[in-house]
């Protein structure tokens, strides 16, 4: 989860300004729980729980479910995020020039994949599922979400730097999640980036999310296909290269000062990783965030 610090993001912070709603949050990342349950683990009241678990809900830190139980109908809460950034202000960014590219999903340029696997538009499925050949299909630029088990998807972006402008920062921002047949919560997978053929780093999603539907998925999505993924943003600065501020390489921007005509953007499931847990790339219309992928270079 990815929050700006500013005062729509109030809800989470209050949230999270009490002992009882961080003492249930590490109750919920061990399993889920309902009302009764959470009540009798932290020795307090169903009343009191319940307003607790309603406001971690509405900070959307949180789930809650209804499903049958012994006595009829019981709801059930469970974790909704892995992890909680909160966005500063970058105030070395104001001194730097920067342009932006957004790259639709559908115009890979390159791939070399395996079953399962498939495509959407808004409004179908593209091509017959699990057959990497129609990856190759031209209704593929109309894609708004791949996914894939393992293997590679290519894409390139117009390097528009001049030879006497100077690179300072790469950002790259995708929402993804791993892929498992239907979807699995819990199923990890190492997902390796690359940008022209230079390895930037590995990152480990936790898994292929369908607790809940994808905040904005089309109607007609199965609610057994992958719903959503957390937003990620890979940046390559001049101390290296890092996931959401976590650091992945040592890969540093001077690696990137050749001014090449284009920059080669490499998404990929290595056969021979711990975990090949596959790769979902979400993109305009689908998941929770309405993008597709999101290139700034950021130049002096």
């Not at 900070?59 to 049958?68: G, H, N, V, Y």
């Not at 990497?132 to 979400?145: E, G, N």
């Amino acid at each position: 989860m990815k929050i700006e610090l500013s005062e729509s993001s109030l809800p989470v912070f209050s949230a999270l300004d009490s002992p009882v709603r961080i003492q249930i949050i590490q109750l919920l990342a061990k399993r889920r729980m309902n009302i009764k349950e959470l009540a009798k683990a932290l020795g307090l009241s169903n009343s009191i729980v319940t307003m607790h678990v309603n406001k971690l809900e509405a900070a959307d830190l949180i789930t809650t479910r209804k499903i049958p139980g012994k006595s009829g109908i019981q709801k059930v809460s469970s974790l909704k995020v892995e992890n909680l950034t909160v966005q500063f202000p970058e105030k070395i960014e104001e001194a730097f020039d920067y342009y932006d590219a957004d790259i639709p999903l559908g115009q890979f340029t390159d791939y070399d994949i395996a079953p399962s696997c498939g495509m959407a538009s808004a409004n179908k499925f593209i091509g017959q599922l699990d057959m990497p050949k129609f990856f190759m299909d031209s209704s593929r630029i109309s894609a708004q979400i791949v996914w894939f088990t393992k293997g590679f998807l290519e894409y390139k972006a117009t390097n528009y730097l001049n030879p006497d402008e100077s690179l300072q920062k790469i950002e790259l921002s995708m929402e993804i999640s791993s892929e498992y047949p239907f979807a699995k919560d819990n199923w990890p997978s190492d997902i390796t980036f690359s940008l022209n053929d230079i390895l930037l780093g590995t990152w480990t999603s936790l898994g292929d999310y369908s607790d809940r539907r994808g905040k904005i998925n089309p109607e007609w999505w199965p609610n057994d296909m992958n719903q959503y993924g957390l937003l990620k943003t890979l940046q390559i600065t001049h101390e290296g290269t890092f996931m959401n501020g976590e650091k992945l390489s040592d890969v540093t921007v001077k690696e990137f000062q050749d001014n090449s005509k284009n920059w080669t953007i490499r998404f990929e499931v290595k056969e021979e990783s711990v975990n090949v847990g596959g790769l979902t790339i979400f993109g305009r219309g689908f998941g929770d965030y309405d993008q597709d992928i999101k290139l700034r270079v950021y130049y002096s």
